[in-house]
């Protein structure tokens, strides 16, 4: 079971926009202005897309955004694109024996 | 461009071991901590070990706590995972990834290799 929580699938239409949620406690989301996110394509290393909760690493694209509200993190697409179909994880810094913790992962179809 | 290309892997039986190499360029390797992160068949990602710049600090994920070493030779650009005592659910995809720190904090890992399949399997 992971650390964080996300749920297991979410779909959109091209175009569309979909939000995953991350959902952790005080002592890792909560507690840190420390979420990334990651997209993983199938066979393919994570990307990271997000980081510090809402800053885009240089060139990815300006339709991913993402945002925080207490114990939850979310992670906004906008303008669905077929290439976005793909595996997103979350991660967060925490105050644990484990500095670091992941989200089970949420797969994205693109309808 | 900075890169991280991995070396290893392969198929062993429960206690053997194996060692994962990765090595690193387009960076000054040895400004950074580095770390490696694994994957289980279908599931998440998990952090299993980092090493400091210098190599002097390391820590491990309890799951690998005493069975796994993590080191680092700066002078080659190259970090490494000895895995002793391996068992079945050792089984998966290792990555070695660079950290990014934000005030001695590390926040992220924002450049990974490409991946190494471990599998444990008598």
């Known amino acids: 079971q992971s650390a964080l929580t996300q749920p297991a699938s979410v779909s959109g239409s091209p175009g569309q926009s979909i939000t995953i949620s991350c959902t952790g406690t005080?002592?890792?989301?909560?507690?840190?202005?420390?979420v990334s996110w990651y997209q993983q394509h199938p066979g393919k290393a994570p990307k990271l897309i997000i980081y510090?909760?809402?800053n885009r690493p240089s060139g990815v694209s300006n339709r991913f955004s993402g945002s925080k509200f207490g114990n939850t993190a979310s992670l906004t697409i906008s303008g669905l694109q077929s290439e976005d179909e793909a595996d997103y994880y979350c991660?967060?810094?925490?105050?644990?024996?484990?500095?670091?913790?992941f989200g089970g992962g949420t797969k994205l179809t693109v309808l | 461009q900075e890169q991280l290309v991995q070396s290893g892997g392969g198929l062993v039986k429960p206690g053997g071991s194996l060692r994962l190499s990765c090595a690193a360029s387009g960076f000054t390797f040895n400004h950074y901590y580095m770390t490696w992160i694994r994957q289980a068949p279908g599931k998440g990602l998990e952090w299993v070990s980092f090493v400091s710049d210098s190599g002097t600090y390391t820590s491990d994920a309890d799951s690998v706590k005493g069975r796994f070493t993590i080191s680092r030779d700066n002078a080659k650009n190259a970090l490494y995972l000895q895995m002793n005592s391996l068992r079945v659910e050792d089984t998966g995809v290792y990555y070695c990834?660079?950290?990014?720190?934000?005030?001695?904090?590390?926040?992220?890992?924002?450049?990974w290799g490409q991946g190494t399949l471990v599998t444990v399997s008598s």
């Open positions: 005080s002592r890792d989301v909560g507690g840190y202005n420390y």
């Open positions: 510090d909760v809402t």
């Open positions: 990834a660079r950290p990014h720190s934000v005030s001695g904090v590390i926040t992220t890992f924002d450049i």
């Open positions: 991660s967060s810094y925490t105050d644990t024996s484990t500095p670091w913790v």
